[in-house]
C-alpha cells in the first residue's frame, strides 16, 4: 500500500495491545481480509475505539504501517450497537465472520463483503432469527467461495436425487442418496424437508425461506450440514459454533474437536 485509502469494513477480530492500541482483523470491502492497528483506541478521548467494536461495520481510512498491519487514520460507524447480551445473536454472528476471517489475506470479494454485512444487520436486528440468517449466510457464502452443494443429483453416483431422506457428505461436496448414502460412514442425515428447504434457499427464494415454521430438528439439521459443509471447504474449524451448540444450535463432532481442517 503505497499512500493513505478509504474502504469499508467489518471488524472480526480484535485484542487489546500495548497500553492503549487495538489490532484488529478487518474483512474490506476492496481489499479482503487485513490485519490493522488502532492506535490509542482504548483511551477515553480517542475517536476510534467507538467505531471498532466487534461485527461493527465502518468507514475507514487506512495507512501503511509496519510490517503486515496496516493503520486505521479514521473510523465512521455505520451499522447500529450489538446487542452484547444476546448470546445466540453472538455466537451467530462470530461464525458468520469466521468465514471471512478463513480465507487469505489481500482476497477481495465484495459480493461476500455485502453478503456478510447484510446477515450481520439481520443478526444484531432484535426482531430478526439470527439462527436463520446464519443458515442463509452459510449457503449463499459456500456458493460465493465456489462450493455450491450438490443438491440435485447425488454426489456420490451423479444420479438424479429423489424427494425423500438423504445423507450429507461435505467431503463429497454435497447430498447422497441410496447406496452412495449406506456406503459413507461419515455422511450425517439429511431428511426429505431439509433437501428442499436446501433446494428453496440455493434457488434464492428468501421470501419462502423467511415464511418457515422452524422445528428444533430442522433447524438444527440444516444448521449442521451448512457449517460442516463450509468448515470443510474453508479448511479450518469454525470455533464459535461450539458457543452455538452450547446455546442450542448444533456443531459436528468433527468439528468440536478441531475437525479434519484443524490447522
Known amino acids: 500500500m503505497a499512500a493513505s485509502v478509504r474502504d469499508e469494513g467489518i471488524v472480526c477480530r480484535r485484542v487489546d495491545y500495548a497500553e492503549a492500541d487495538r489490532i484488529l482483523t478487518l474483512f474490506t ?17 480517542s475517536h ?5 467494536d466487534l461485527f461493527a461495520r465502518c468507514a475507514l481510512q487506512v495507512a501503511p ?13 455505520l ?17 458468520a465472520v469466521g468465514t471471512a476471517d478463513a ?3 489481500g482476497l477481495a470479494i465484495p459480493a461476500l463483503y455485502d453478503r456478510l454485512a447484510s446477515a450481520l ?13 446464519l443458515a442463509w449466510f452459510a449457503l449463499e457464502a459456500a456458493a460465493l467461495l465456489g462450493y455450491q452443494p450438490a443438491l440435485e443429483r447425488c454426489a456420490g453416483c451423479d444420479g438424479p436425487l429423489v424427494d425423500g431422506d438423504a445423507a450429507f457428505a461435505p467431503d463429497r461436496g454435497g447430498v447422497l442418496q441410496g447406496r452412495c448414502a449406506e ?3 461419515g455422511a450425517v442425515p439429511c431428511h426429505a424437508v431439509t433437501l428442499r428447504l436446501l433446494r428453496r434457499m440455493a434457488d434464492g427464494d428468501r421470501r419462502l425461506f423467511d415464511r418457515v415454521r422452524w422445528s428444533d430438528g430442522l433447524r438444527d439439521e440444516l444448521e449442521r450440514l451448512l457449517i460442516a459443509h463450509l468448515a470443510y471447504h474453508l ?19 468433527a468439528q468440536a474437536a478441531g475437525g479434519a481442517g484443524t490447522r
Request: glycine share 14%; net charge positive.
Open 65 to 77: 504501517g509496519r510490517g503486515h498491519l496496516v493503520v486505521i487514520t479514521q473510523a465512521e460507524r
Open 183 to 185: 456406503l459413507d460412514p
Open 121 to 133: 444487520a439481520g443478526m444484531g436486528d432484535p426482531q430478526g432469527d439470527p439462527r436463520a440468517e
Open 29 to 45: 470491502r476492496d481489499g479482503g481480509k487485513v490485519g490493522a492497528i488502532a492506535r490509542g483506541a482504548r483511551t477515553s478521548r
Open 48 to 52: 476510534l475505539g467507538p467505531a471498532l
Open 79 to 95: 451499522s447500529r450497537p450489538w446487542p452484547e447480551a444476546d448470546l445466540t445473536r453472538t455466537a451467530c454472528a462470530a461464525v
Open 235 to 253: 479448511d479450518r474449524p469454525l470455533r464459535a459454533a461450539a458457543l452455538l451448540h452450547g446455546l442450542g444450535g448444533w456443531v459436528p463432532p
Open 103 to 105: 480465507l487469505q489475506e
